[in-house]
């Protein structure tokens, strides 16, 4: 991989053959594991300007209509979060010179507060290319990392490291984007109206539009491309940066059934499935058809593998010739862009079935003679970051031309939620297909929960911390630790696709140590404290979300510690805490943080209702820092290896906590719409 420095340029043809699309992440560490930004692209002509608003795409305009840009989204990292965009450069308008990639953080945050932020650029198969480091941004609020750029019929990248410091908007409208500043019937923190749109203000619907409208909850989507692939562009339609406001799909009207033992007629029946091979041909039959039909869902996971925007054909049960016997793999996805296929392979398992390595390997050099471009499994596990799943030996020459990618059922129902319940799909029937799939996918019988199981070392090593005899360096521990890391994983996926915010596990590199040291440590302390923990970051809330599952004691506390407002006397902080939590459970736990080591006032919220001044330190000048709200939860009480009880008693623990406590706290300040800046600005 090249390592760039700030000014330098490279040619993407001369470091990969399979530039047609490449995938842009930008990446840093935060050291208290609060820290965030959003990336950003822009896209300008030979003038160093937007052709209109629609080229400025961010968290409220995240995909281009003809599949040139995609931001991907977030993914937790081993040193902290990764924010990915895809590119087809293929479908890059003619007019079109440059693409300029950025972040911005908001408010008050400054990217000196953030540490390792990097640029990296992966090809088609997903091998990286490049990497840039950025190490002098420090009192500014925006970034502009890198930039892809054409020279003479050439693809080029070049590493930037420019900062801002008014921002997102003074990025922005440097290159010529019109920002939305009317704040009127928003208050004061700029956020649209429940009644107006947001982000991108909608244009007229047009009669194709009309003719299938839309879910309630769904948006209508934007008009298409026109020939060149520019998008069209209107003088009402201006970009707000404030975040796009999301709203839970509303209750459904009552049923006309006669009385509960009516059950609904389904699209994807599950009644019949009396196999693991019935599943799995049902389940791989079932997404892979759902993709094909909705546009923006088959997109949606295919993009982050180097597939381009284009038709999208499906086929499942595909006879391929290796060797003397042919080979059947569960499925392939085509997509035909410009007369050039990208071809992906698809092996699936459900009901916790694990996937076959000499299986996977044979599909692989299938796809290398036969020129496709990727390998797709898909399973009820769930990929540890930065470490396959299956542990496959590929010839290295034949490496670069295939790309071996795994998918959760977790993950894929994550993006269906994503799409059906906030972002949005083209028209009803397209969300009524992901409706039907969510439901077969959560379906008991489906066999695609997600993950299940904790593995052959969870009751070991259960055993060995209640008799005291699991040691440091055990190897079962470590297996544990892993599990428990992609239990949270998909605890994350499952809360996110939910509520359509950001929830990612906390992966800050502390001491710089690499994740196999990290892991390490965890398991050393699994053996000394017999408790597993994480914690979570929900956009939204005031605070990180711990969770802890005390194997000796068999309970899971979960915690969240908000700070003190910076205004105001402590009597009234307590008073306002305790009045938020009114719909509260009352065993929930409150604990006053007090500066220095001495410890706070403690209690039930049951016992400080009628008393919230009871929350206040006793000891003259004690200072309060903030405080810690926890629930505590038994375990399941089964010790089979699957442990499905432990893994539903932790799913249960964290969406209790958020459902009925962090939901009621004062969210974290929302960004501001910023003001308005003449287009030629600079």
Partial sequence: MQEMMKGSNVTLSALSEDVGSVIVSLGWVSPSGEGDADVSVLLVGDDGKVRGDLDFYFYNNPVAADGSVQLLGKTPTEAGDEDRIGFDLTAVPQDVERMIVAASRYRDARFGE????????ADAVGDPLLRFTIRDADAVSAVI??????????????????????????????????????????????????????????????????????????????????????????????????????????????????????????????SALKSDRDRETRATSVLLSVMAQVPEFGRRLTAGFGAPAGRMETFTEVSLRHGDTPRRPDGVVRVERAGKLWTALVETKTNGNSLKSDQVQAYMDIAARRGYEAVITLSNDVALEGSPLVDVKVDGRRKHKVALRHLSWAEVAHQ??????????????????????????????????????MGSSWVPVRNGIDDETLCPGDSRALDVVESWERLIRQVCLGLGGELGQKVLPVRAARGGRDPRERRALLADQLCAQGRLQAELRIEGTPGVLAV???????????????PAPEQGYPLSWAKRLVRSLAEAPADLHIETLVEGDTAGPRGTLERLRPEPADLLPKTDGARITGFRLSLLKGMGSGRGSAETGFIRSVDDAVQRFYGTVAVHLDRAAPRRSPARRPASAG
């Fill in 114 to 121: 953030l540490e390792n932020l990097t640029v990296t650029l």
């Fill in 145 to 270: 990392f890198g930039e892809l750029y054409r020279r003479a019929g050439e693809w080029k990248f070049r590493a930037v490291g420019q900062g801002y410091a008014d921002g997102l908007a003074g990025l922005a409208s440097d290159f010529g984007v019109d920002i939305d500043d009317d704040a009127e019937g928003q208050g004061d923190l700029g956020v649209p109206a429940d009644d107006e749109p947001s982000g991108l203000d909608e244009p007229a619907p047009s009669v194709e539009q009309d003719a299938a409208p839309n879910l309630d909850g769904v948006p209508a989507p934007r008009p298409p491309a026109d020939d060149t692939g520019a998008q069209p562009q209107s003088a009402a339609v201006r970009p707000r940066t404030a975040k796009k406001k999301v709203t839970l799909p509303k209750a459904a009207g009552k049923s006309l059934a006669e009385n509960e033992s009516w059950r609904s007629a389904r699209l994807f029946p599950v």
């Fill in 416 to 453: 269906a939620q994503l799409l059906l319940r906030h972002e949005g799909v083209g028209n009803k029937a397209h969300a009524w297909l992901l409706q039907e799939l969510l439901h077969y996918l959560q379906h008991e019988n489906s066999g695609c929960h997600g993950f299940q199981n």
């Fill in 548 to 562: 802890v599952a005390d194997l000796r004691t068999g309970r899971i506390r979960t915690a969240m510690e908000i």
